[in-house]
């Protein structure tokens, strides 16, 4: 599966940070039932790399993917787990170095938040990309920018997207898909609120 492929598969990638094993099917398939099958696990709690290995394993229909993957040896570890593809914030020499490498065992998205780290990750052979973070860097202007110089570029921005805005992303040519976390907020995790998850999960698939 290349990156492309995976953004292709919903218009929202749902951001999703675990601290309780035990919520990652249920959180899972509330997603996957609201039409959500493309799921970003970040990196960022000790629950995060079982609850890839378990939703791997138990729901073939998900596409499950590690974010926040910072280091090779991250990235070898999340594709061990399972996962699909992989994220990261920002992308360095080592890798991209790794991810060429590896393709064929994990799709790689960087994370870019300039013309010149466009270029960089061309050059490193990808032309899928994280805008990160999308509203900071410049949002829906600088994605109009950046698609005249580099027409073969996509991009999945990430970081203050929300309800009322991602629809405008969605309709720039150059945007295949969009990350957010609106449709999984804390405290329907926290409260084990499934069905509010999936309704806001529903909500979000429909915006394309």
Partial sequence: MTPEDVLRKAPVVPVVVIEDVRDALPLARALLAGGLPVIEVTMRTDA?????????????????????????????????????????????????????????????????????????????????????????????????????????ARFCPTGGIHAGNAGQYLQLPNVLTVGGSWMVPVDAIQSRDWPRIQQLASEAAHLA
């Fill in 48 to 152: 995060a790399l079982e609850a890839i290995k378990l939703i791997a394993k138990e729901m073939p229909d998900a596409v499950i993917g590690a974010g926040t993957v910072l280091s090779p040896s991250q990235f070898d570890e999340v594709a061990k787990a399972g996962a699909r593809f992989a994220i990261s914030p920002g992308a360095t020499p080592a890798l991209y170095t790794h991810a060429q490498a590896h393709r064929s065992m994990l799709a790689y998205l960087p994370g870019v938040a300039s013309a010149s780290e466009v270029m960089h990750g061309l050059d490193a052979g990808f032309d899928c990309f994280k805008l990160f973070p999308a509203e900071a860097v410049g949002g829906i202007p600088l994605l109009k920018s950046l698609a005249g110089p580099f027409p073969q």
